[in-house]
């Protein structure tokens, strides 16, 4: 495998979301024809080494996927993970979602100070929380409450939480104190 679909591979894992050819070949200052040439090629070969991983196009974007027969085990990890508690992480990034939602990926981690992605992963595989291209950035998601969760809480929207303005306001002085430098 050549060095750019490795390059590619390495891009795509950490990224753990689509990516659009476009975005690939600036992240990687290659063409958009070199990008579609990686790819093919990073397909034959986690195919042809029987790797766990797929790569997957969808219009065009890519990403990193489980190998189709990894499926049933996948469903039965995902059985397991749904019928654990969601933990402080969970929670927090719930939090965060439901009190200053619509909101990235990005800022929640800047809110928590650590990475989210696995709490978010957790929380859409459970069906807490949509997902939704960024209008203003499409390399990143908005994430919002779902409707399920909010059906589950007894609310119509999220404002109609407990403290909702209060919780708002007080995230806003947290990030206002962290930004400010002493």
Known sequence: ???????????????????????LANMLTVSTEDILTAAE??????????????LMRNGNAYQLATAPEMSERIQSLIKDELQKELGKAGLETLAIVLYYGP????????????????????????GLIDRTENPQDQRSFIYTPSFQLLAYLGVTSASELPDYIKVREEISTFEEKRDTPE
């Open 41 to 54: 090629e990073l397909s034959e070969y986690l195919i042809r080494e029987q790797r766990g991983i797929r």
């Open 1 to 23: 495998m050549n060095s750019l679909a490795s390059q590619l591979e390495s891009l795509l894992f950490f990224k753990g979301e689509p990516v659009t050819v476009n975005e």
């Open 103 to 126: 909101v990235t990926r990005a800022r929640i981690d800047y809110i928590r100070g650590v990475n989210s992605s696995f709490s978010l992963r957790a929380l859409s595989i459970r």
